[in-house]
């Protein structure tokens, strides 16, 4: 009798334990509830990725991602009706960027984020904020000989390790010679190797190299070239958002469709455009 009384304890137990993380998986905060109770905005950006987000010559942080920071803390304030949002920024980088996302450290990361459907981590995606594309920095004096009298197996090509770029270089290229770089100062180590003449070329989007080109003091106009001039793909960047997040993938989006991101993002545009030859199929606003 006793054995059947505990066996009956046991199983209601079980049975309200089981409820218990049920409920409270269903009532998990989103990030607008957490939001608007601590009023605290986390972020990782990546502060290595000219125009996105940088060191100015005063180690002050700049850039296209810190401007849609602020534009996000106003519609905060006005969606939530809270007059201080303040703002925690979270080191992010490619390797990180998609965990720090999904393991609920940040509430968003903005950076060069291509587009993609990502299979190994559970987060989205917001609406695009910019579009560039895969293109290769070479040496001017150095660059119809590539177009002209290089076999695709004899060049030697840069690009950052777990990126796209690498994917597709790889896929495109399979007979060349690929050398990756990692780490924060990847880009600037592949287009120093370019200049040093150790590869011929580095691949990566055409707003980077034209970023990590100027970082380092060189003249695309003089020296260095982008090839091809309209870029091989076409990527669409996006902020990481957390999966399953309705409210907050909405606000977000209200904020990148917005007149005032326009107007940000315009300016850098109109410095490529001297540059890149956009693809007519990688435009961010139809």
């Excluded at 905060?76 to 080191?91: C, M």
């Excluded at 580095?202 to 091809?228: C, Q, V, Y």
Aim: glycine letters at 6%.
């Amino acid at each position: 009798m006793m054995g059947k009384k505990l066996i009956k304890v046991f199983t209601v137990s079980l049975f309200l334990g089981f409820n218990f993380l049920v409920n409270s998986s269903a009532k998990a905060e989103t990030v607008l509830e957490r939001i608007e109770s601590g009023g605290l905005l986390r972020i990782g950006i990546n502060n290595n990725e000219i125009p996105f987000s940088y060191r100015d010559s005063n180690g002050e942080l700049q850039g296209i991602c810190l401007d849609l920071v602020n534009l996000i803390k106003n519609e905060l304030r006005d969606t939530l009706n809270r007059n201080i949002i303040t703002t925690h920024l979270f080191n992010s980088n490619l390797s990180n960027r998609f965990q720090i996302v999904q393991d609920g450290i940040v509430d968003l990361e903005c950076g060069a984020n291509s587009i993609r459907e990502i299979k190994d981590f559970e987060v989205s995606f917001s609406e695009p904020f910019f579009s560039t594309g895969i293109q290769f920095l070479a040496v001017r004096d150095k660059a119809n000989q590539l177009r002209n009298n290089t076999a695709i197996e004899d060049v030697r090509i840069g690009v950052l390790a777990n990126t796209t770029t690498e994917e597709y270089v790889k896929q495109r290229f399979p007979e060349a010679q690929i050398s990756l770089f990692r780490g924060i100062s990847g880009s600037n180590l592949g287009v120093r190797a370019v200049e040093n003449e150790r590869i011929d070329v580095f691949a990566d989007d055409g707003i980077l190299l034209l970023g990590a080109a100027t970082s380092l003091n060189m003249s695309l106009s003089r020296d260095f070239i982008l090839l091809p001039e309209t870029p091989l793909t076409c990527e669409r960047y996006g902020l990481i958002l957390p999966k399953n997040d309705p409210d907050w993938k909405a606000l977000i989006d209200r904020v990148i469709t917005s007149s005032e991101e326009r107007e940000i993002v315009g300016d850098w545009f109109a410095v490529a455009d001297r540059f890149i030859n956009n693809r007519s199929d990688c435009e961010i606003y139809d």
